[in-house]
């Protein structure tokens, strides 16, 4: 994890709307990132936050109705900087998807053929993008469904995707994901649809994966407990912006923004007596309306009156760290995070040292 | 009727014994629940927990009778259910059930307003004597679950997710259940507002005393809702105990797996190997299991042998 790592994908100043009878939906408004090789980035957030429309954006396939207004989506390949947004979406998908950048969706069962078995869609995706026989193609497969953790594969390219179950369809969407040998994974919630067990085992073959290929991923989900297991980096989205960025230490042990405090709050602790669970209150606010200041500020107690009239721009805690709140601005009283986070925080860092020295 | 106490010493309101509920789907039988019994006391919240296919949402259903069960017994206010032909007799005995569906836009009805969703549940049950009082009763609903009463006259397509789930509660506690069977209702709400609804079930069972059948398959929420929890795994309740006991002292591998693989949110700390479960691996097989005590309200389906072997390790 470092800077020194090549850069694949940069995202500038990307700014989309959506048509609507009723009026245009500003959902992203004014999104920057960078993905760098072998790194995964977690973007995270609340439903309606723009993660997945980001996501949708890269692999352009946003709907109809969808306007980009500005921005860019710069690919980085080996000797190649295409922007990507300037491209015919036929271009890309012969050229990009699928083979540079390739796409796992929320529910496996969506994204498979339900009427055709596992070895047909495999053989078919690997044949669509790569010149060879059926043979080599079947062999191919079979590696593939090795490498994600299938124990029987000759079994399993005769059946159907109704016979097998959530994590082993999730399993073979990742090895149809592979087939082309991407370098970018982007993950759309792909664990959200399964249980806690399951959900573990991807999450871990999806660290294999990237470790043995040295591919970068882009994970969307809103479960902060995934985030911690598996990012580099996380975005924290928030109406249609990124709100905070850093390292996952940055994030976990020294959140900035009132909106992270709120996120990081919301998470169940086990060890908790019986209280009332946080929430953030209210609700996130409607994209249909314009926008004054921050959008986070009515729901956010610490809110200051500048809030309400302008806009924060990203202010730099350190080289890799982000916020956007006024909070930071030098002129902002000193306001530090609720203190059962700060409480719960010190406990996280306290458990991790001493996980740090017993294996050592 | 004699009041019988459960060994959490509150009365039960309902019973569950030896509930085996099989699916015969074209010459192969499905089971998908084997021998459960647990029982429900007044005021109390059970947490069923378990993985998707574990047979949770089929205990549900064969309780309110939407699925008819292959044996076994289920008592409700004292009244056998089991074995009631006629469906006006169930849903005279099952009148004090409400339920609580996962998905709130495909349970509640697109064409009628909230107001009416509301009222059509006093309708059925003729609660109220006139409109008047059945539209006092239904504002009281709407207040009570935290959706402003001029919003009456909305349909479900006008409101969130968290929202719809919200009338979908009013609906259930306007005919005042004894019992609501919640199934996995929040399991398709975001974090944050899961924890707004999470927290307003915990205020209503507070406040109106109504008992709870929360199944879910997330362990953080059933914890924090329910008295007390069952750990389900294909088709076979494993243990059952106290959130305390489940919580800090699980025994059966099963249960231990299942809390070890609630992701941690510490980036420093992986999750715990140690604990991962593969039933073929581990040679239990759950059909010989008979249920031991541990403490007088923490039981565990095992053998002897087995048993003996998990509580030295202890």
Same mark, same amino acid.
């Given at each position: 994890?470092?800077?020194?790592?090549?850069?694949?994908?940069?995202?500038?100043?990307?700014?989309?709307?959506?048509?609507?009878?009723?009026?245009?939906?500003?959902?992203?408004?004014?999104?920057?990132?960078?993905?760098?090789?072998?790194?995964?980035?977690?973007?995270?957030?609340?439903?309606?936050?723009?993660?997945?429309?980001?996501?949708?954006?890269?692999?352009?396939?946003?709907?109809?109705?969808?306007?980009?207004?500005?921005?860019?989506?710069?690919?980085?390949?080996?000797?190649?900087?295409?922007?990507?947004?300037?491209?015919?979406?036929?271009?890309?998908?012969?050229?990009?998807?699928?083979?540079?950048?390739?796409?796992?969706?929320?529910?496996?069962?969506?994204?498979?053929?339900?009427?055709?078995?596992?070895?047909?869609?495999?053989?078919?995706?690997?044949?669509?993008?790569?010149?060879?026989?059926?043979?080599?193609?079947?062999?191919?497969?079979?590696?593939?469904?090795?490498?994600?953790?299938?124990?029987?594969?000759?079994?399993?390219?005769?059946?159907?995707?109704?016979?097998?179950?959530?994590?082993?369809?999730?399993?073979?969407?990742?090895?149809?994901?592979?087939?082309?040998?991407?370098?970018?994974?982007?993950?759309?919630?792909?664990?959200?649809?399964?249980?806690?067990?399951?959900?573990?085992?991807?999450?871990?073959?999806?660290?294999?994966?990237?470790?043995?290929?040295?591919?970068?991923?882009?994970?969307?989900?809103?479960?902060?407990?995934?985030?911690?297991?598996?990012?580099?980096?996380?975005?924290?989205?928030?109406?249609?912006?990124?709100?905070?960025?850093?390292?996952?230490?940055?994030?976990?042990?020294?959140?900035?923004?009132?909106?992270?405090?709120?996120?990081?709050?919301?998470?169940?602790?086990?060890?908790?007596?019986?209280?009332?669970?946080?929430?953030?209150?209210?609700?996130?606010?409607?994209?249909?309306?314009?926008?004054?200041?921050?959008?986070?500020?009515?729901?956010?107690?610490?809110?200051?009156?500048?809030?309400?009239?302008?806009?924060?721009?990203?202010?730099?805690?350190?080289?890799?760290?982000?916020?956007?709140?006024?909070?930071?601005?030098?002129?902002?009283?000193?306001?530090?995070?609720?203190?059962?986070?700060?409480?719960?925080?010190?406990?996280?860092?306290?458990?991790?040292?001493?996980?740090?020295?017993?294996?050592? | 009727?004699?009041?019988?106490?459960?060994?959490?010493?509150?009365?039960?309101?309902?019973?569950?014994?030896?509930?085996?509920?099989?699916?015969?789907?074209?010459?192969?039988?499905?089971?998908?629940?084997?021998?459960?019994?647990?029982?429900?006391?007044?005021?109390?919240?059970?947490?069923?927990?378990?993985?998707?296919?574990?047979?949770?949402?089929?205990?549900?259903?064969?309780?309110?009778?939407?699925?008819?069960?292959?044996?076994?017994?289920?008592?409700?206010?004292?009244?056998?259910?089991?074995?009631?032909?006629?469906?006006?007799?169930?849903?005279?005995?099952?009148?004090?059930?409400?339920?609580?569906?996962?998905?709130?836009?495909?349970?509640?009805?697109?064409?009628?307003?909230?107001?009416?969703?509301?009222?059509?549940?006093?309708?059925?049950?003729?609660?109220?004597?006139?409109?008047?009082?059945?539209?006092?009763?239904?504002?009281?609903?709407?207040?009570?679950?935290?959706?402003?009463?001029?919003?009456?006259?909305?349909?479900?397509?006008?409101?969130?997710?968290?929202?719809?789930?919200?009338?979908?509660?009013?609906?259930?506690?306007?005919?005042?259940?004894?019992?609501?069977?919640?199934?996995?209702?929040?399991?398709?709400?975001?974090?944050?507002?899961?924890?707004?609804?999470?927290?307003?079930?915990?205020?209503?069972?507070?406040?109106?005393?109504?008992?709870?059948?929360? *199944?879910?398959? &997330?362990? @953080?929420?059933?914890?924090?809702? /329910?008295?007390?929890?069952?750990?389900?795994? !294909? $088709?076979?309740?494993?243990?059952?105990?106290?959130?305390?006991?489940?919580?800090?002292?699980?025994?059966?591998?099963?249960?231990?797996?299942?809390?070890?693989?609630?992701?941690?949110?510490?980036?420093? *700390?992986?999750? &715990?190997? @140690?604990?991962?479960?593969?039933? /073929?691996?581990?040679?239990?097989?759950?059909? !010989? $299991?008979?249920?031991?005590?541990?403490?007088?309200?923490?039981?565990?389906?095992?053998?002897?042998?087995?048993?003996?072997?998990?509580?030295?390790?202890?």
């Amino acid at each position: 994890m470092s800077d020194d790592n090549r850069l694949v994908i940069e995202v500038k100043d990307l700014d989309i709307s959506f048509r609507m009878p009723t009026g245009d939906i500003h959902a992203i408004r004014g999104v920057d990132f960078e993905l760098r090789e072998n790194e995964v980035l977690a973007l995270v957030g609340e439903s309606g936050c723009g993660k997945s429309i980001t996501a949708k954006t890269i692999m352009g396939i946003l709907p109809e109705n969808a306007v980009i207004n500005s921005g860019k989506v710069i690919y980085h390949g080996k000797d190649v900087e295409i922007d990507l947004l300037g491209k015919k979406s036929s271009w890309r998908r012969k050229n990009i998807n699928g083979s540079k950048i390739a796409m796992v969706f929320q529910d496996p069962m969506t994204s498979l053929n339900p009427t055709m078995t596992i070895g047909a869609q495999l053989i078919t995706s690997i044949r669509s993008h790569k010149h060879s026989d059926r043979r080599e193609a079947y062999s191919r497969s079979l590696e593939l469904m090795r490498e994600v953790g299938i124990t029987d594969p000759e079994r399993t390219m005769r059946q159907y995707p109704h016979q097998l179950s959530g994590g082993m369809r999730q399993r073979i969407v990742i090895a149809i994901a592979l087939s082309c040998d991407p370098e970018i994974i982007i993950c759309d919630e792909p664990t959200t649809a399964l249980d806690v067990t399951i959900q573990n085992r991807i999450i871990e073959l999806l660290e294999n994966i990237r470790r043995a290929r040295g591919i970068s991923v882009i994970f969307i989900t809103h479960n902060l407990g995934v985030v911690a297991k598996i990012a580099d980096y996380v975005g924290v989205m928030y109406a249609g912006k990124i709100v905070e960025y850093g390292t996952v230490f940055d994030i976990f042990y020294d959140p900035r923004h009132p909106y992270t405090w709120g996120l990081l709050s919301a998470v169940p602790e086990l060890s908790d007596d019986k209280g009332e669970l946080y929430s953030i209150p209210g609700t996130p606010p409607n994209l249909a309306k314009e926008i004054v200041g921050d959008a986070f500020a009515p729901r956010n107690p610490y809110a200051l009156a500048v809030d309400f009239k302008a806009e924060p721009p990203l202010f730099h805690v350190s080289g890799s760290h982000f916020a956007a709140t006024w909070l930071l601005d030098v002129r902002a009283p000193e306001v530090k995070m609720p203190d059962a986070l700060r409480e719960r925080i010190n406990r996280m860092k306290q458990e991790g040292r001493e996980y740090v020295n017993e294996s050592e | 009727m004699s009041t019988k106490v459960n060994n959490n010493e509150k009365p039960v309101l309902l019973s569950v014994d030896d509930l085996c509920m099989y699916f015969d789907t074209g010459g192969k039988r499905v089971k998908a629940s084997e021998h459960i019994s647990f029982d429900i006391g007044e005021g109390e919240t059970f947490g069923l927990v378990g993985e998707s296919g574990s047979g949770k949402s089929t205990i549900g259903k064969c309780i309110i009778g939407l699925n008819k069960a292959t044996s076994g017994r289920i008592t409700f206010e004292g009244n056998e259910l089991t074995g009631i032909r006629s469906r006006k007799e169930y849903n005279e005995k099952t009148r004090g059930i409400q339920m609580i569906f996962q998905d709130p836009m495909s349970s509640l009805n697109p064409k009628k307003q909230a107001g009416e969703l509301i009222r059509q549940a006093l309708l059925i049950q003729h609660i109220g004597k006139s409109r008047e009082e059945q539209d006092q009763i239904v504002d009281q609903m709407l207040e009570k679950v935290g959706i402003p009463v001029e919003y009456r006259n909305r349909y479900p397509k006008d409101f969130s997710g968290g929202q719809r789930q919200r009338i979908g509660i009013a609906r259930a506690l306007a005919v005042k259940p004894k019992l609501i069977i919640a199934d996995e209702c929040i399991a398709a709400l975001d974090a944050s507002v899961q924890a707004q609804i999470v927290n307003m079930l915990h205020h209503i069972k507070e406040e109106t005393g109504t008992s709870f059948l929360f *199944i879910s398959h &997330d362990l @953080s929420m059933v914890r924090f809702l /329910s008295d007390r929890i069952g750990v389900l795994h !294909l $088709g076979y309740l494993l243990e059952v105990g106290t959130s305390e006991e489940i919580f800090s002292e699980p025994l059966h591998p099963y249960t231990q797996s299942l809390l070890a693989a609630i992701p941690r949110m510490n980036p420093v *700390i992986p999750s &715990d190997e @140690s604990r991962r479960y593969d039933r /073929s691996e581990s040679g239990i097989d759950y059909a !010989l $299991g008979t249920w031991h005590d541990i403490t007088s309200t923490h039981r565990v389906r095992c053998t002897d042998e087995e048993f003996e072997k998990w509580t030295e390790e202890e």
